[in-house]
């Protein structure tokens, strides 16, 4: 990986419950971020949760959503892991339950007029999922690697096993052949002001001009293509941002190769550290032609780890 990690040079049923318990060894069915909907005859459940992803470069939704009569929710689709049952009423009336039919399970009940404020508790069910599945299966190594560079507890995925180290400087990859994940840890001296902006807004480059510019500066000269001209760099354009009540700098959108033709999503965290240094965690994907979503929403559970 002495330039660029290889790859991404190339590249860059179970049976049904009966009870009203759920069965002490069936697993729930579907993939991470599918939605089963019951009942939703309009449509308006489904259309909601399938709008597209803002955060990638091209039309992925934010779940792929299944949609089912009342009469259907019987026998294997009760082992689904996430569910939303239209219920009849006011934004007031939803609910959530857990492991209803089976583990893990999230089963929320909401209308078309909720159905915002319950998307948030599938989105954190999807992340504690995501996360608890990282503490089953970490690459502690690498993890040791982040805390002696940077003294922080960071869980890295089992498949990230490659990594390219600088000054105050680390990148980690799965080195996939079709795909690959990456995360970057990076230290920069001095603190991000406060600027508070809320929810996100853009273009970032306008608020944190100094601070996002340092951060490409260190992904160009660290992150290079096949040509000492080829670097990688945040397409400025894209990138979003907010800052929290600790200061802490959210930022997401596209990086890009210079002078390439690579590219994809990414987000990152900037943290100020007592030290009067910044702490930046930014996860990216490189996947042509492939599905990103998952992709990117694994790695969420690497930075926000909670």
Not at 76 to 84: E, N, W
Not at 215 to 234: K, P, Q, T, W
């Amino acid at each position: 990986m002495n330039k660029l990690l290889p790859a991404l040079t190339t590249l860059l049923l179970l049976a049904a419950c009966g009870g009203r318990k759920p069965a002490e060894h069936a697993m729930s069915s579907m993939k991470p971020y599918e939605v089963l909907v019951v009942g939703d005859s309009a449509d308006a459940i489904a259309d909601c949760l399938g709008r597209p992803c803002r955060e990638l470069p091209q039309g992925e939704p934010m779940y792929d959503v299944v949609s089912i009569s009342p009469k259907d929710f019987r026998g294997s689709y009760r082992l689904a892991r996430t569910v939303v049952i239209y219920t009849k009423g006011t934004r007031h009336d939803w609910d959530i339950k857990d492991n209803v039919y089976t583990r893990p399970q999230r089963v929320v009940y909401a209308n078309k007029d909720n159905i915002l404020i319950a998307e948030a508790f599938i989105e954190q069910f999807e992340h504690q999922q995501a996360v608890k599945q990282l503490r089953r299966k970490h690459n502690p190594k690498a993890g040791a690697l982040v805390k002696k560079m940077f003294g922080e507890d960071i869980r890295i995925p089992a498949d990230m096993k490659a990594s390219k180290q600088g000054k105050d400087f680390l990148w980690l990859s799965d080195n996939g052949t079709l795909a690959t994940k990456n995360l970057v840890v990076m230290r920069l001296r001095g603190q991000c002001p406060y600027y508070h902006l809320g929810d996100f807004l853009g273009p970032a480059f306008k608020a944190f001009p100094e601070v996002l510019q340092r951060v490409d500066s260190c992904l160009g000269a660290n992150i290079r293509g096949e040509a000492d001209d080829m670097r990688m760099r945040m397409n400025a354009s894209t990138v979003m941002t907010r800052q929290d009540k600790m200061l802490d700098l959210h930022f997401h959108g596209l990086w890009e190769m210079e002078n390439d033709i690579m590219g994809g999503p990414f987000f990152a965290r900037l943290t100020n550290r007592r030290d009067g240094t910044m702490l930046v965690e930014l996860a990216f994907v490189y996947a042509p032609g492939q599905k990103k979503r998952n992709l990117i929403r694994q790695l969420e559970a690497v930075v926000y780890d909670y």
